[in-house]
């Protein structure tokens, strides 16, 4: 999706720095341990109805997510989190997403949904322990240096 000679990574900066549109500053949450940063999440309500777009002008390597994305209208999507390495297992990740939860039912939402690699076996084990469950899958566009096969959409009800 970057402009011929726009690296991917200033694409997806750009994208954040807007003030509207779903993936924005507006809406990240950053987490920190004694002042430093130590991870993220990006969240929001999905559409509904869905409103995926024409997928004959998508991209293949976000056409399968855009799919998966309408396929929970009307939850609220944790479109990223991560954990920086050196905060892994200290259960901040499970934190980050309580308070996704607590988000999504703010805004009313139907209940929370996650994309994810099925090959990251750490962000699975994540989401099932928090009550996630796959709800659909879709093949993944194969994109040069990585080994995705598959994404996954997990969904789950508000408590």
Known sequence: MAQPGQ??????????LREEGDFSYRNA??????????????GYP??????????????????PLALLEAEA????YVNMLAVYPEFRGNGLGGRL???????????????????????NDGAVRLYERSGYRVAARRAAATIIGR?????????RPHD
Not at 7 to 16: I, K, L, M, Q, W
Not at 47 to 57: I, M, W
Not at 147 to 155: A, N, P, V, Y
């Open 7 to 16: 690296s991917p990574f200033e694409f997806g900066r750009s994208r954040a």
């Open 29 to 42: 949450h950053i987490a920190e341990v004694d002042g430093a940063v130590a991870g993220g999440l990006i």
């Open 46 to 63: 999905l559409p509904d109805p869905p409103e995926v777009g024409s997928l004959d002008e998508m991209h293949e390597i976000v056409r």
């Open 73 to 76: 209208p009307g939850h609220w």
């Open 97 to 119: 997403l309580a308070f996704a939860a607590e988000l999504g039912r703010a805004a009313a939402s139907r209940g929370m949904a996650i994309i994810v690699s099925a090959k």
């Open 147 to 155: 080994q995705d096969k598959e994404w996954l959409l997990l969904t």
